[in-house]
Nanobody
Framework: QVQLVESGGGAVHPGASLLLNCTAV????????MAWFRQAPGKEREFVAA????????QYAESVKGRFTISRDYDKRTLYLQMNSLKPEDTAVYYC??????????????????WGQGTQVTVSS
């Protein structure tokens, strides 16, 4: 069994930065890809960014391109999301996710079989 443990959320002003972490804990961890999703109140969970675990290819939602950067530390089994130039519309609970299996499409939530508990990010003045 694999657990994804997230940290790094918080409350910040517009224009600020935050770094989210997600560490995979468990005896066996083999991932094809990991991703960040977010869910704002009253809205559906939406894709933010993904990275293929071994080769490092990345993919981003249009709304965060140029502001957010996804990365991973293979040896530490940790996924990161560096969020810069935060906007109020970035306010949401952020979830990390992992898929153990090859999947052609990394944006659907159904691609992933492990999820973290979520960490709150609030951007307001």
């Amino acid at each position: 069994q694999v657990q994804l443990v997230e940290s790094g959320g918080g409350a910040v002003h517009p224009g600020a930065s935050l770094l989210l972490n997600c560490t995979a804990v468990g005896r066996t961890f083999g991932s094809h890809a990991m991703a960040w999703f977010r869910q704002a109140p009253g809205k559906e969970r939406e894709f933010v960014a993904a990275v293929k675990w071994v080769i490092g290819d990345t993919q981003y939602a249009e709304s965060v391109k140029g502001r957010f950067t996804i990365s991973r530390d293979y040896d530490k089994r940790t996924l990161y999301l560096q969020m810069n130039s935060l906007k109020p519309e970035d306010t949401a609970v952020y979830y990390c996710a992992s898929t153990s299996y090859y999947r052609a499409h990394l944006t659907p939530a159904s691609t992933y079989n492990y999820w973290g508990q979520g960490t709150q990010v609030t951007v307001s003045s």
